[in-house]
């Protein structure tokens, strides 16, 4: 089978397109294994789709379904252009919705998924925290100090609410984010729907602007704006390579 691999702010994926509709999670888990497989944060699965230009199935390298990734968006957007599955601005079908997204050159940007509020704001250990869904869920707190990522609270928040776990820093106007990911079960180098989520719990408490540049983990420069109550990201991606793989 032809795959191709894409790195997105450090989050990277194999990524194929197919016509036939079927359970891939055991697939996921041996390709994006680092050891014995391609190695990955997630597997893309670009199928045809009657309204879309294409749906896709979604998994972490765990083999569970997520209903969406920001990262990812960006980097199957780039991957159906450069196969000529789509135009440079396409629609495409997820579990968290319709995305579109806009190729241009290495760059993507996708409009997401409405944001939701799943709570509101509330303490725990120690901590302040935000709760809201991107597409998928995320808990979010500010620290003064990114240093004070805490992985085995991250790890406890995770479990205790099913959600991704971000701690977030604002510093010379732009945002900084570390995120423990869930179906990963470690921090991971850039989470979109978690920026995504962190700057608009800092937009509505007015720390930040309609517009912002983002720095995950990787510390790759990101860019988040709001435009009427919808959040866009935007950034580069990037074809690690092409191959053929044997049939798992």
Known sequence: MQISKYNASGNDFVI???FKEIDRSDLAKKLCDRQNGVGADGLIVLLPHEKYD???QFYN???SVAHMCGNGTRACAHYAFQNGLAQEKMSFLTLAGVITSTVTDSVVETLLSKTEKLSDPFEEEG???YFYDTGVPHLLTFIDNLDKFDLTLASKMRFKYNANVNFANIKDEALHVRTYER???A???ACGTGMAACFYAAWQKK???DSSKVYPTSGEELGLRIEGKRLYFKGKVSKV???VVDAF
């Open 207 to 209: 720390l930040l602007r």
């Open 61 to 63: 390298n765990d083999g």
């Open 127 to 129: 901590l302040l925290w």
């Open 16 to 18: 194929f397109h197919t």
């Open 54 to 56: 294409f749906k896709w």
């Open 183 to 185: 179906g990963v079960e």
């Open 187 to 189: 921090e991971t180098l």
């Open 241 to 243: 390579f092409d191959t």
